[in-house]
């Protein structure tokens, strides 16, 4: 079966770096992707790795290591309005275009 | 860009009564998915199209849950008979094909069965 496991929370404080891990078990890999929610309001896409290192987008970047089936979004200068859910997902092997979702991690950021 | 619009935003009704949540997706997008979301159950993918046709149903949890897409702007979620168990967020969302684009979802249903 395909799964993915993330923390369910993380705690860290404003203006500091926080790293959010996420391992995959799947029976095929297509790529990992990281998506961010805020209490009440809709997933929005964050970034994708396809291939092994490291994405950067501003503020916020995400690693992916294929041998290790292990990924991390990396979030620096945090900002109280970082505070969200943060989920990973796969594509699932049986359809490129359907996702397989981690639990999420809330991320709590503290002043 | 109008975004993927979902249509209500808050739905409160009783136990029994028919629900139908509707849903139109970005122009040009050719897959749309149907989720729900619970704090117990996570984010869960209940059916998704592509092209209007439905592709994979089988996280509908029941066959009192329904999905059409009569055309590439629009798709109903209907609920008949509606239980307490069924009280989620329900969101949609849509995409095009390609194996780096991502899904983008509209603001969801709050759904409440009393």
């Known amino acids: 079966g395909q799964s993915l496991e993330q923390p369910s929370e993380v705690t860290a404080v404003e203006g500091a770096i926080v790293q959010i891990n996420c391992t995959y078990q799947t029976s095929g890999f297509y790529g990992l992707s990281w998506y961010q929610q805020h209490d009440g309001g809709a997933p929005t896409f964050l970034s994708y790795n396809a291939l092994d290192g490291l994405e950067e987008t501003g503020r916020f970047s995400s690693f992916l290591s294929r041998s290790d089936s292990y990924g991390y979004l990396l979030l620096q200068e945090l900002q109280m309005k970082d505070s969200a859910s943060y989920f990973c997902?796969?594509?699932?092997?049986?359809?490129?275009?359907?996702?397989?979702w981690g639990a999420g991690t809330k991320l709590i950021i503290k002043p | 860009d109008a975004g993927v619009i979902q249509s209500p935003r808050h739905e409160v009704t009783e136990m029994g009564q028919e629900v139908t949540l509707r849903c139109k997706p970005i122009s040009g997008h050719d897959y749309l998915f149907w989720y729900r979301q619970t704090m117990m159950r996570g984010l869960e993918l209940l059916i998704y199209f592509n092209n209007n046709v439905p592709i994979d149903d089988s996280g509908m949890p029941e066959d009192r849950f329904s999905a059409k897409m009569p055309n590439a702007s629009f798709s109903t979620l209907k609920i008949q008979p509606s239980e307490p168990r069924d009280s989620a967020v329900y969101f949609c969302?849509?995409?095009?094909?390609?194996?780096?684009?991502?899904?983008?979802f509209g603001d969801g249903t709050r759904l409440s069965i009393l």
């Open positions: 969302a849509s995409m095009t094909g390609g194996k780096n684009q991502p899904q983008h």
């Open positions: 997902a796969v594509r699932s092997p049986d359809s490129n275009y359907q996702l397989i």
